[in-house]
């Protein structure tokens, strides 16, 4: 059963001024081991060595996340709107607070490494039996099923769902504010008040006053130049990339039966994909920093490279191209072997492509991906159709391959290398 | 020899915009391992259980004190004040860089609890065989000591010291601003502008112009206000104490013969307080929260628990008291044995202090001490002289004891605590 | 009688975000031509001359102050305070948006020049046959005079006048972040948000929670930093007494007769000191600055110095004496007319005084001058009580004589003035 | 001759921090009679109406200018480009502190309403008999010339030109930069550090470094949303419509024979489109406000209600349509008259268009409309080749007919209007 706190709690935040919590069952959920351990799971990745001050965790995030939904719902119950179904607050709050609960370190690094999707773990924990489980079933045995349910995007009121995961919900609008407020970067301000007061349930969706479609606008160029200039940075993708290999090289090595020096639970458990959810909520990235850390003195002389390369930010440089196929990548490859390196380590593509914003396609992706203008006669339009902008940008495909590869081992042998593979690698970055 | 980039460098910074980095060799000691460590030390140690922003890191404030230490010449530099030594340029430059390189993991716990002074460590690291070491004999082999006899304070030049560490040193103005950033309170917003133009080399030291003597009193003020406010912020206090509750068993186990079953290296000579440079260069937060972690698992039941209360944050509740003596604390101390609790650990006790700004005391601390304004006649005054609202928080104490403990322990037994005992702890936070 | 709007208003503002507005009655009041006239009317009077960015008008400061006011109310709602008296909300509203609207051109330097109160001003626009009257009469006729009964500080409800007017009230935090936004200082940012969750209304007044004191200390210090640093400025001050100095000429001329080439109603009313409302609202900045534009050309050749230096920014030069006396003043007085200056005109004296914050003095003046705390018991006590820093700076004066002169006019003369005479106006600005 | 001012001038800016004056011809410009009237003259017209904040001036802006000018060329001066010619600094300087001198009252109204050109002021000002003119001379005979040169595009070095007015020039970054703040609206906030970092000269024109390119799309975006969100609002058009009917009314009454009761010069001037420079400087926004408060009480009924109209804020309303011939304009002008409306005050109708940047027209106008990037191999290329969001925003237009009327008018005939006509208007806004 949901009571409200004696005395409203509230938390300093720099994004939204303070978070404002009223319901013990929230303040409960905070104070859970699970969710205190998304302090120690950064925001951003490895982002933080592109933008020093991107240091900030998925805590914070979460706690922001949680605000804005707290404020949309607030003000959907001050206007009393009829489409806005009452008793469903609580569900969304939590599931606002909690969508990212199930993050590992380094999340999409990791997650490829070892194929693992964050949503099923945060629904393993909201399920299981965890701090944050005996907290919801507070509410009722049913409850952590709902609140999973609205993170699985299969909840039965699709309103619900609207409001926590869409194109305009409160995490994008969050991690919008915060990773620019955190980068230092001045792309993501966005008008969050005026958003917000355009917000309005309908219709078993949540759809925006046509008045406020300058707001939606300027919130999506935000969001493209976030993109482009922080999410698709480069040298992150190079440490994404060193990371990734450290992951792969570790369970090489684990799987051929390698002694590893330092191999602490749950990390055995991890290589052979094999996780309870307790051991799951283990890994952090304190862990992974440390298991880096002792590797550096590992015997295997690639291991213990690439963790100093990540560690001691000693990245990968990258050279641009215009255009890439199949064969060329195998061309590269082969001419890296003749010359001795090696190129499943000493070459990475990266294709880096976005759709900051998709338009309509009539293929029942309907409520997933669009952002609705309602307009004064109560017609709905998808924002692409009304805005030259939105459609300007919309699909707009820019990046071009880039291929990564340690200078320190390329140079020796550049002048080996074929004419034509030479040439792309002499510029450097 | 040092030699100016091709290309200037900029960082990111959302304190201070751009960071610029014009000299190779500044380039190059960012560039180390010994600095990058820095990025796994929080710039203020617990404070991110109370303010979740607070998760920066010394590294950026390293480059923050940098930045300004280099605005602070240029404009010397542009004036061309005679009194200002154009020479030791770099070696300013780089001892503000580095001035906390020797930083543990959360700094001030863990120097109390193993008597280690991050000052000795910064200087063993730049005097050392390490990457910081080389880069910077490569401009002399007498260059690290000079950097060293900076951060020591005993350098030749006093101007170079009193520029680097004094009451207006580019070290307080970074951590003024960038705490306040990432904390998301307003009390530390500074008009750094203002006061880097009224600074000026005079006779050995840095003064400020008279006309700068109201920006002065605001960055004093803002800065009694961070220490009230944030610093010492009694959430943060209590989360100390954990801290070095954790250290202080595991070394006692450790003396003991106690097995552990996670202690990679260096936490043995950690425990030892015996660490070369490159051992104590392997401690970071990421290794200290992974102990934390994996001890919770200890067959010690006492460790185990306080690891759980540092990483979930459940941390010791606090109460206020006016006053409090020897034999009150002893009386305490009394009253808690006898009802079968542990006063080594169950109770701790904490007094605040700070002088936010010492008023001239003519006992020879004349340079570090002190902020001197320069007037028209070319008259020097220290400005709690001058000022009457300096004057006014000098040595300003607030702050009262505060008594820590484990609330779910106390509350069973307090009913038979001595009746004015229990009155104390009744009370709760 | 007053409804809500159908669709919420808001005007953008810098300072605020948005400003809300929702019932009928505000919105009205805010479009009488009265209000609009606020517009014409700059919030800092001459302070432009000196912090450019300072052009925000009476209408900017007006809506702001009662933006907080509503959003302190909407607080005291929220959380069912039985001590606020919820009828009463209308009534603060109005009062709060209204309290400035009586104000005349560069108040307070005509309102000196022709002994006038801009409350009283209020109050007979409040209550008179005016738009704002005619809309106010819609609620009740005797509305207006609630209003203008919180206005004067005598209404029945003394919670009411507390929240409208009192060291902590709607009108001191506009004034201090919006003065301080467009000065583009920033002394003047406090947590107006913190401050606001801290109110509460209490026996009759509106009281601060006790954990609330900091943000009470920092807004007390911003305070006195803006007062010294901006509302005090002596370029400000110098503006302001050749603003009085044309006033007191333009009188002088009138009384004396002289025909005017240019002097439309109300001006002549004015130096009558004899005006009805309706003239009164004539009187705006466009007019005042159009006059001296015109009187430029005036054949009395004073009157037209005056009004160029004005205009063209041509100030009195200062200079700071540590003590004056009333035999001093005579002297120079003297001095000035042997060399045949006008000391009427070519000197003035200032004396700047203010008391940030007064201590309690308990003679009657309680509800007004004081900021109470309530602490967990419920028991109240007066900040300075309890605040080191506030007793600090309460009754804190700074500030010397300022003495104020036509520079052009004095240094032709200077050698002949006696020896200590000469000594004073020697230094420059 | 110039000289370095003794010790540096500082202005307090909210957008700049500070604007910074070394030069003695600079500060002797700005404390001209001349450039002091831009105080008088709002930066944004009648955007107050819209925005309350948007009351900055024009001599705000004019420091801005010139301090972003005063940036780009000290870092020209540090990185010691070969192609700038260093010798042009003080012309640059002028150019960019007085481009804006020839301002009337509510520029585009003004100029509309009597085919004036405030350029045009500009040189006259500069050229003439003026203080300004007094200042310049002092620099040689000629240096009056090369300032109204540059300000006419016709300098001899074109990059000086390129520099003080381009797509990417100071007075576009001021503007944007300085009209978001005191909107308060946050569309206008560029990263013009980074922008400026960015600039080189290059063969005679400023060019932007390839790798700015992304910071230069978010500029050209702000830009589009300034335009939209703010320039081009519907209300502010509105007043601007009223405005220019008084210009237009007033005029007429006069070339009537109408005496007015109040016509102060230089207004008979003006309506005679006959001033000379000192009668021209006479007309600031101050006189213009006045006038209409004294013709408030005209004889002329219509002149007498627009300028209630304009001063107490009681605009016309619009509606918008899709599309618009001259027919139907003909159409409803007809109706009108019909219903005894008056079309020529009653009816006004709007097309906003802007280009926000024009793509590459090979037609001669190179140097004007083009921002050219230079890549590493020192190529040159337009914006538009190479960014796709640049290319999508570039000619986009947006906005439709606005029709507008005043709303007491219509009402009580609307019903007699032709159907089709009436379903225009009955929309309300």
Same mark, same amino acid.
């Given at each position: 059963m949901n009571n409200q706190l004696r005395e409203e709690k509230v938390f300093k935040d720099?994004?939204?001024?303070?978070?404002?919590?009223?319901?013990?069952?929230?303040?409960?959920?905070?104070?859970?081991?699970?969710?205190?351990?998304?302090?120690?799971?950064?925001?951003?990745?490895?982002?933080?060595?592109?933008?020093?001050g991107a240091e900030h965790s998925r805590f914070s995030h979460s706690l922001g996340v949680y605000e804005i939904t707290r404020r949309i719902i607030s003000q959907f119950?001050?206007?009393?709107?009829?489409?806005?179904?009452?008793?469903?607050?609580?569900?969304t709050l939590c599931a606002a607070l909690l969508h990212d609960l199930g993050h590992g370190p380094f999340s999409h690094s990791i997650e490829q490494a070892f194929q693992m999707h964050h949503e099923d773990w945060t629904c393993k924990i909201v399920l299981g039996d965890t701090e944050v489980g005996e907290v919801l079933r507070r509410l009722g045995e049913d409850f952590p099923d709902k609140v999973a349910a609205v993170i699985r995007k299969d909840y039965e009121h699709p309103i619900v769902v609207n409001l926590v995961s869409s194109p305009l919900d409160a995490d994008r609008m969050d991690y919008l504010l915060r990773d620019a407020y955190f980068t230092g970067v001045n792309y993501g301000t966005i008008d969050m008040d005026r958003i917000l007061r355009?917000?309005?349930?309908?219709?078993?969706?949540?759809?925006?006053?046509?008045?406020?479609?300058?707001?939606?606008?300027?919130?999506?160029?935000?969001?493209?130049?976030?993109?482009?200039?922080?999410?698709?940075?480069?040298?992150?993708?190079?440490?994404?990339?060193?990371?990734?290999?450290?992951?792969?090289?570790?369970?090489?090595?684990?799987?051929?039966?390698?002694?590893?020096?330092?191999?602490?639970?749950?990390?055995?458990?991890?290589?052979?994909?094999?996780?309870?959810?307790?051991?799951?909520?283990?890994?952090d990235e304190a862990l992974v920093q440390t298991a880096?850390?002792?590797?550096?003195?590992?015997? %295997? !002389?690639?291991?213990?490279?690439?963790?100093?390369?990540? =560690? &001691? /930010?000693?990245?990968?440089?990258?050279?641009?191209? +215009?255009?890439?196929?199949?064969?060329?990548?195998?061309?590269?490859?082969?001419?890296?072997?003749?010359?001795?390196?090696?190129p499943?380590?000493?070459?990475?593509?990266?294709?880096?492509?976005?759709?900051?914003?998709?338009?309509?396609?009539? %293929? !029942?992706?309907?409520?997933?991906?669009?952002?609705?203008? =309602? &307009? /004064?006669?109560?017609?709905?339009?998808?924002?692409? +159709?009304?805005?030259?902008?939105?459609?300007?940008?919309?699909?707009?495909?820019?990046?071009?391959?880039?291929?990564y590869y340690p200078d320190n081992k390329i140079a020796p042998v550049i002048e080996r290398l074929p004419e034509h593979i030479h040439e792309i690698f002499k510029q450097t970055t």
């Open positions: 720099p994004v939204h001024n303070y978070v404002h919590v009223q319901d013990e069952i929230i303040w409960a959920l905070i104070n859970t081991s699970e969710f205190q351990r998304l302090r120690r799971i950064r925001q951003l990745g490895t982002s933080y060595l592109t933008f020093h119950e001050r206007a009393d709107y009829a489409d806005w179904p009452k008793e469903e607050r609580l569900v355009m917000l309005r349930p309908f219709q078993g969706r949540i759809v925006v006053k046509e008045s406020g479609m300058h707001a939606v606008e300027d919130y999506l160029m935000s969001r493209y130049q976030m993109y482009w200039q922080v999410y698709f940075h480069p040298v992150t993708r190079s440490s994404e990339i060193i990371l990734r290999q450290i992951f792969r090289r570790a369970k090489e090595l684990h799987e051929s039966g390698h002694q590893f020096a330092f191999l602490p639970d749950p990390l055995p458990g991890l290589f052979k994909r094999d996780l309870t959810v307790q051991e799951y909520l283990l890994l880096f850390m002792q590797w550096k003195r590992e015997s %295997d !002389g690639l291991l213990s490279e690439l963790c100093s390369r990540f =560690l &001691d /930010r000693k990245l990968y440089k990258y050279v641009e191209v +215009e255009s890439l196929d199949l064969e060329m990548i195998d061309d590269i490859r082969v001419a890296f072997k003749d010359v001795g390196l090696n499943d380590y000493d070459l990475e593509i990266d294709f880096p492509t976005d759709l900051p914003y998709d338009v309509f396609r009539p %293929d !029942g992706e309907f409520r997933d991906k669009h952002i609705l203008l =309602l &307009d /004064r006669q109560e017609q709905i339009r998808e924002i692409s +159709e009304v805005s030259d902008i939105v459609r300007s940008i919309s699909g707009l495909h820019r990046g071009k391959y880039h291929l």
